[in-house]
């Protein structure tokens, strides 16, 4: 009695081997690529360099920036619902 469907475990052996091969493939033609070279001029690096200095340095500021803005709209939010809350009558206050 033969069957006419495969075995499962063929068609995963199959795959398996068919990811292999191409992980492989992917493998020697990355390794086989030659590395980026270097700026040939160091004063291309350097200006390369201070740009992302600068960049590193204008992020943070925005981020400081942000930060204040942020802590600013939590203190008047804050501000501006303490007032509500101190007209509202406390469900642990007496009643007169």
Same mark, same amino acid.
């Given at each position: ?14 795959? $398996? ?18 590395? @980026?070279?270097?700026?040939? @001029?160091?004063? @291309?690096?350097? *200006?390369?360099?201070?740009? $992302? ?6 992020? *943070? ?17 804050? @501000?501006?619902?303490?007032? *509500? ?12």
């Amino acid at each position: 009695m033969t069957s006419s469907h495969p075995q499962p475990t063929n068609l995963l052996a199959l795959l $398996l081997g068919g990811a292999l091969v191409l992980s492989l493939g992917l493998n020697g033609v990355l390794l086989s690529a030659r590395p @980026e070279t270097w700026p040939a @001029e160091d004063d @291309e690096l350097t *200006a390369t360099t201070a740009d $992302l200095h600068l960049t590193q340095r204008l992020l *943070a500021q925005c981020q400081q920036q942000q930060m204040r803005q942020d802590s600013v709209l939590v203190q008047l939010r804050a @501000e501006q619902a303490s007032p *509500a809350l101190a007209e509202q009558p406390s469900a642990f206050s007496p009643s007169k």
